[in-house]
Structure formats: structure tokens, C-alpha cells
């Protein structure tokens, strides 16, 4: 494998932006999103989001496409919670679209702290909008 240093800070949102992620999901979801994605050798360095999206900063290796880890981790991990809580008043589910941001090494330390502090950020309004987008501005 060649070497790389490859970051790569995601953001997609539950299907019509649903607040499907409540408190007894999210922890299940986080955890099942870090472990298929150790298990593919692309660890997660931050996630994170609210009731109706998440954020995640990912080194992707580079012989997987982003398109290929965002298609896989938003269709297992959305599989795995309609498993494992089943009888929900709405089916889990993610939109299609999602954004994407590089950043590099020294931009690391400040998006984990954003995406940590997620909660905050949506709370108190003091969001970066680029770092929020999932569908292009038209």
C-alpha cells in the first residue's frame, strides 16, 4: 500500500432530516460507523453530529474512492440500526447527497474539535456553514 496522509471531514443527514438519531442510536451508530471503518483500514478521527445529521473526519486509503466508503458506511451503518432497533415508528435512513471537505494535517486538531463539539456548535449557533453543507448551493 502506498503511504498516504489523506483527511477528509464528511457530513450527511438522516432522510428529510428526520431527528432519527436520539440519544439510545447515536452511541450504537458511532461505535458501528468506527468499527466498519477500522475494519476497511480508514480510521475516524472525530464523530460526531445531531438528531438529524453527522459529521465524521476519516482518513480514506487511497485505493478506495470517497464515493465507495460513503456508499458502504451510510448503508451498513443505516441496515445496522433498522436491525438493531426494529419496530421504529420510522424506518432509519440516510438522504442520498453528503458533503465533503480535504483538509490537511495541520487543520486536523481544529475540525475534531468542531465536529466534537457539534452539539454546542447547533446549540449556540456558532456553526461554520462550509463545514455544515450537504447538498450544493445553487
Not at 459529521?55 to 456508499?71: C, E, G, M, N, R
Not at 483538509?103 to 452539539?119: D, P, S
Request: with cysteine; hydrophobic share 40%.
Amino acid at each position: 500500500m502506498p503511504f498516504s496522509i489523506l483527511y477528509y471531514h464528511m457530513v450527511w443527514a438522516t432522510r428529510a432530516r428526520a431527528p432519527l438519531i436520539t440519544e439510545g442510536v447515536e452511541t450504537a451508530l458511532h461505535a458501528y460507523i468506527r468499527e466498519k471503518s477500522i475494519a476497511i483500514k480508514c480510521p475516524i478521527h472525530a464523530i460526531n453530529g445531531t438528531s438529524d445529521h453527522l459529521h465524521v473526519a476519516v482518513s480514506i486509503i487511497p485505493t478506495l474512492a470517497v464515493a465507495q466508503w460513503v456508499k458502504l458506511i451510510k448503508g451498513s451503518s443505516s441496515r445496522f440500526i433498522n436491525q438493531t432497533y426494529p419496530g421504529r415508528e420510522t424506518a432509519f435512513a440516510w438522504q442520498d447527497s453528503y458533503g465533503v471537505l480535504t483538509f490537511g494535517t495541520q487543520a486536523l486538531t481544529m475540525v475534531v474539535a468542531y465536529i466534537e463539539a457539534q452539539k454546542t456548535h447547533h446549540r449556540e449557533n456558532s456553526l461554520y456553514p462550509h463545514l455544515e453543507q450537504v447538498e450544493p448551493v445553487e
